[in-house]
C-alpha cells in the first residue's frame, strides 16, 4: 500500500506539468509579412497572399488584422481555444500600423491591442524548435505596451522579441535622451512590452523583452504565472516592475498570489538606455538622478510592492541593473501563507543589493557577488551619481523578517564590497503599523562561503564588510544557527558556532578582482568536504550543486555553490528536456517508472497540454506499474470489449481507457441512446483532472482536513463554486 501511495504522490507531481488549462484549439491563425489583409485572407492558412481576389486560403500580413473593428473599438477574432502563430519579420506595432484606422492622432498611445482572450496562444515561429528567430513586434508613438494582459487568463506566449526602435528611456534627465512624451510625433518607442493585471495561469518563454522606454513588464494582482527562457534586458527605468502605482494610482493593489515561476530568466542592464539598432547601454540613471537633475530614476531587475504568493527564482542570472537586482522584500508584508525560494542564480554588479527577500525565505546554491560599486566611472553610466553607488550600503542580501519566520541561506557563495554581506532585520523598520518580530524567529546560515573585499562606502579608509550589517542590532540570529560556513576577511560582528573556518582563504579559481570572479574551488580549498551532509538540516542540504553537478562528490559536500570536482549527475530524459528544465525531476521520475515513454523522435513535449488517451496511460501506469494492466475477469484489458463507443480496441491506449473505466475512475459522457463515450483526442481540464487524480489516490468522496467531507467545506478558489 505504501508504495502504491508513493507512486501516486510522484504521479501527481508529474501530471501537475499538464494542469495548465488549456482548451481544444479551434483554430490556428497565421501571420506572416507576405500575407495579405482580413478582407484578403482568412489567417487560417500559412500561405502568402496570392496578389489578388479576396477570403483567400492565406495568412494576415501584420498581428492588428487578427482585430475587427466594432463601433469603432478594436475587438479580437480569436476566442478561448485558438492559437495565432507569427511567422518570422519586424513588425510595428502602434499609430501607423496595418488595420490602425480607429486610432486616434491625438491619443497614439492608446493605438494597441486590446487584452488577450482568456485561453489563446501567441506563439513566433520556430516555438517547437528552440526559437532560432523569433519574430520583432516593435513599438512606436509611445505605445503603452505590446500585450495587454488585463483580466487575461490561461494564456501562453512563446518565442516572440518585443522591443522599440528608440534610444530612449521615459524622463530620462537628459533631454536628448528622453522619450518625447508630450508633443506629436512621439517617435518609435514603447512603454512597456507587457502590462498584466487580474491575470492567471499564464505561460511566458523564449521572449526577449528589451528596450522598452519604462519597464520590460509591469504586472499586479497576477496568479500563477511561469516564466521560462525569457529575457528582461535594458528597458529605461525597470525590468519587472511589480507596483501598479503609475498604472492605477497612489493606492493601487499590487498584490499577486499562486505561484510565481521564473526559470531560466535573465535580468539585466535595466535602468540603462538600450541603442538601437546597436543594443547597447548607455545613459544608465537610478533614483539619485532625482536628487541631483530632478528626474528620478528606478533600475530594479525585480521589484514588486507589497505581495503575497510563492516565488521560485530558479536557474536565473541577474546582473547589471542599477538598483536592486531582485527584490522581494516586501512579500508577505500583511499576507500569510507566502514563500520566497531563490535557487541556483547568479546575481551580480547591480548597484543595489543583489539579493532582497522578505517573509519565510529560503536562497540556496547561488552565486552573490556583491560589486555594488560595479557601474562607477563607466562610460555608459554618466547619469548615475554617489547615491546609486552601493545604494543604502550595497549589502549582497537583504533578509526582511517577519514575526516566528523562518529562512534558509544554505550553500551560497556570497562576495561583498558594501557595508554587509548580509542585512538582517524585522519588517517593522519599513512598515512600523504592523506587528512586531517575537523574538522567536530564525535564520539559518549553514554550508556559505563569505568572501570579503574592502568596503567601498567609507572611502579611502580600509573597513571589511560586516557579517551581518550592524552586528544585528535587531537580535535577529543566534550563534548557533550560524555553522559550516567559512568566513574570509568577513568582519565577525556576531556570535558564530565553532563549527565554521574563519579567516582562510577558499581559494577560488580566480578571485583578485571582484568584477572578474571564477567561484569555483581549486584543489587544496579548505572549503572542500567541509559542510553538513545531504539529508542533514531536516533534508534541506541540497544533492547538487549551483551547476546541477552531484553532491557530495568526495568525502563530504563542500561548502559554497560548486562542488569540487563534481560531475553532472543529469541525464536528460527526453532531448527536449534539459537538466536545467524546471520540471526536470518529475519528468524523469515518469520516464523511470515507465509512466511516459515520449515520443518517438525522443521528445518529450512537455509544453504541449495532455489529451485524455495519454492521461489514461499515466494514471494506469503509475497505479497498476505495469503498461499492460489485467481487467475484471483476469482478462488482458486488450481483450475486452469497448465500453466506450469512441475508443476502438485498435487505439494505442485502449486498454488503458478499458481499465481506467474498471477502476470507477471516470466514466465518460452517457448519450441519449445509452451508449458512452470518453472523447480520447480531447485536452484534459483541469477539474477532470483534479477529479481523476482524487479517484485514484483516494475515492470518489474524498475526505479533507477534520474528517470533513471534501464536499462540505468552504471552497479555497473563488472560481470553484460548490456545485461545480
Given amino acids: 500500500m505504501k508504495r502504491k501511495r508513493f507512486s501516486m504522490i510522484s504521479l501527481l507531481s508529474f501530471l501537475a506539468l499538464f494542469l495548465f488549462p488549456y482548451l481544444v484549439f ?67 506595432m502602434g499609430y501607423g500600423a496595418p488595420n490602425t484606422d480607429w ?22 515561429e520556430g516555438w517547437d524548435s528552440g526559437c532560432p528567430n523569433p519574430p520583432e513586434l516593435w513599438a512606436t508613438e509611445r505605445a503603452s505596451q505590446i500585450f495587454d494582459l ?10 516572440l522579441e518585443l522591443t522599440d526602435h528608440a534610444s530612449c528611456a521615459h524622463n530620462h534627465p537628459d533631454r536628448a535622451t528622453r522619450c518625447e512624451y508630450d508633443n506629436s510625433p512621439f517617435g518609435p518607442w514603447g512603454l512597456d512590452g507587457i502590462l498584466a493585471r487580474d491575470s492567471s495561469n499564464v505561460t511566458l518563454e523564449d521572449i526577449n523583452i528589451h528596450g522598452f522606454g519604462e519597464s520590460g513588464i509591469t504586472a499586479g494582482r497576477i496568479s500563477n504565472w511561469h516564466l521560462s527562457r525569457v529575457r528582461i534586458a535594458g528597458n529605461g527605468k525597470v525590468g519587472w516592475n511589480g507596483d501598479l502605482k503609475r498604472v492605477e494610482g497612489e493606492n493601487a493593489n499590487s498584490t499577486n498570489t499562486g505561484i510565481i515561476r521564473f526559470s531560466n530568466v ?39 510592492a507589497r505581495t503575497g504568493g510563492h516565488w521560485i527564482i530558479e536557474d536565473s542570472v541577474i546582473r547589471y541593473n542599477t538598483s536592486d537586482g531582485l527584490d522581494l522584500l516586501y512579500v508577505g508584508v500583511g499576507i500569510p501563507d507566502t514563500f520566497v525560494e531563490v535557487r541556483r542564480v ?88 504592523y506587528p512586531s518580530c517575537t523574538g522567536n524567529e530564525r535564520i539559518h546560515f549553514v554550508n556559505n562561503i563569505y568572501y570579503a573585499f574592502r568596503n567601498v562606502t567609507v572611502g579611502d ?99 559554497g555553490a560548486y562542488e569540487f570536482g563534481g560531475t553532472s549527475g543529469c541525464t536528460p530524459p527526453f532531448t ?56 475484471n475477469g ?17 487505439f494505442s491506449f485502449y486498454k488503458h481507457i478499458q481499465r481506467l473505466y474498471e477502476l470507477g475512475i471516470t466514466q465518460g459522457w452517457v448519450m441519449p441512446d445509452g451508449s458512452r463515450e470518453y472523447r480520447p483526442f480531447e485536452n484534459i481540464s483541469r477539474a477532470a483532472m483534479a477529479a481523476f487524480l482524487v479517484r485514484a489516490v483516494e475515492n470518489d468522496d474524498p475526505i479533507c482536513q477534520g474528517g470533513i467531507p471534501c464536499s462540505q467545506t468552504s471552497p479555497y478558489f473563488q472560481d470553484v463554486p460548490p456545485n461545480h
Fill in 461 to 559: 579608509r580600509e573597513d571589511w564588510p560586516d557579517l551581518i550589517g550592524d552586528g544585528d542590532r535587531y537580535h535577529l540570529t543566534r550563534p548557533d544557527l550560524i555553522h559550516h560556513n567559512l568566513f574570509y576577511r568577513v568582519q565577525m560582528d556576531v556570535q558564530v558556532s565553532a563549527d565554521n573556518i574563519i579567516d582562510q582563504d577558499p581559494l577560488f579559481v580566480r578571485s583578485d578582482d571582484i568584477n572578474d570572479i571564477d567561484a569555483h574551488l581549486r584543489s587544496g580549498s579548505p572549503a572542500i568536504d567541509r559542510g553538513l551532509n545531504v539529508g542533514e538540516l531536516g533534508g534541506r542540504i541540497p544533492n547538487h550543486d549551483l551547476e546541477k553537478n552531484t553532491r557530495p562528490a568526495g568525502a563530504g559536500v563542500d561548502l
Fill in 576 to 631: 527536449d528536456v534539459p537538466c536545467n528544465y524546471w520540471a526536470y525531476e518529475a519528468i524523469r521520475w515518469a520516464m523511470e517508472n515507465g509512466v511516459s515513454t515520449g515520443w518517438a523522435d525522443g521528445t518529450f513535449r512537455p509544453e504541449e497540454p495532455v489529451k485524455r488517451d495519454a492521461m489514461a496511460a499515466f494514471i494506469v501506469r503509475a497505479r497498476d506499474r505495469t503498461n499492460d494492466p489485467i481487467c
Fill in 346 to 433: 547568479q546575481a551580480y554588479g547591480n548597484a543595489g543589493n543583489q539579493i532582497k527577500v522578505g517573509g519565510p525565505s529560503l536562497i540556496e546554491n547561488s552565486l552573490i557577488i556583491g560589486n555594488c560599486n560595479y557601474f562607477r566611472g563607466k562610460s555608459f553610466a554618466l547619469y548615475m551619481y554617489q547615491g546609486d553607488f552601493c545604494r543604502a550600503g550595497g549589502a549582497s542580501v537583504s533578509i526582511s523578517v517577519h514575526p516566528n519566520d523562518e529562512t534558509f541561506v544554505i550553500n551560497n557563495t556570497i562576495l561583498g564590497e558594501g557595508w554587509a554581506m548580509s542585512e538582517v532585520y524585522c519588517y517593522t523598520l519599513d512598515f512600523e503599523n
Fill in 150 to 159: 488585463t483580466g487575461s487568463s490561461n494564456v501562453r506566449l512563446a518565442c
Fill in 634 to 650: 483476469n482478462i488482458p484489458c486488450q481483450n475486452t470489449q469497448p465500453y466506450f463507443r469512441d475508443v476502438e480496441p485498435s
Fill in 26 to 92: 479551434s483554430a490556428t491563425y497565421y501571420v506572416r509579412p507576405d500575407g495579405g489583409t482580413a478582407e484578403q485572407c482568412t489567417g487560417l492558412v500559412d500561405q502568402p497572399y496570392p496578389g489578388s481576389g479576396t477570403n483567400q486560403a492565406c495568412a494576415w500580413s501584420h498581428p492588428f488584422w487578427a482585430l475587427r473593428i466594432e463601433g469603432g473599438s478594436p475587438q479580437w477574432r480569436l476566442s478561448s481555444g485558438d492559437t495565432l502563430i507569427i511567422k518570422s519579420g519586424s513588425y510595428m
Fill in 266 to 304: 535573465t535580468i539585466e542592464w535595466n535602468g540603462c538606455v538600450e541603442t538601437y539598432p546597436d543594443k547597447q547601454p548607455s545613459n544608465c540613471w537610478a533614483q539619485a538622478a532625482g536628487d541631483v537633475l530632478g528626474h528620478e530614476g528606478y533600475g530594479d531587475g525585480v521589484g514588486t
Fill in 103 to 124: 486610432c486616434h492622432q491625438a491619443f497614439p498611445w492608446d493605438c494597441v491591442l486590446p487584452p488577450l482572450p482568456s485561453g489563446i496562444e501567441i506563439r513566433g
